[in-house]
């Protein structure tokens, strides 16, 4: 039996997963998204990556990122190296691709708007 907690709400439900023939058996949860959430981490855990990359000429000198969805945990490493070398040009807005299918068909996005410097403009 593995436990996990459910970070699916402010309850944080205690969760115990098992496996009993062909089924997956959840116990512990006060509801459906549990019981989803501990299948999912049950057979293949995944992980919405947040970060920040450098920005070129911002008026920030990094910006705020996440992956468009929950990518698998095991591929959580080589999506944060990825993200470190990344440098982007000001200016963005929230929501433009930083990084195209930085897993399988996900990508990393900005989560904050960055103008261009006023050292930069001028
Ligand atoms: S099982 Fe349901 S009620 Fe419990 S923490 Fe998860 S989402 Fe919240």
Known sequence: MIQYVCIKCPLSCKLKVKKQKDKIVVLGNNCAK??????????????TVTSLVKIINGDKP????????????EEVD???KIISRIKIQAPVKIGDIIYKNICEDVDL???????ISKIARD
């Open 34 to 47: 549990g019981e989803i959430f501990a299948k999912q981490e049950f057979l293949a855990p995944k992980r």
């Open 62 to 73: 990094v910006l705020p990122v996440k992956t468009s969805a929950p990518i698998p945990k």
């Open 78 to 80: 080589k999506a944060l």
């Open 109 to 115: 996005v900005a989560t904050a708007n960055t103008k």
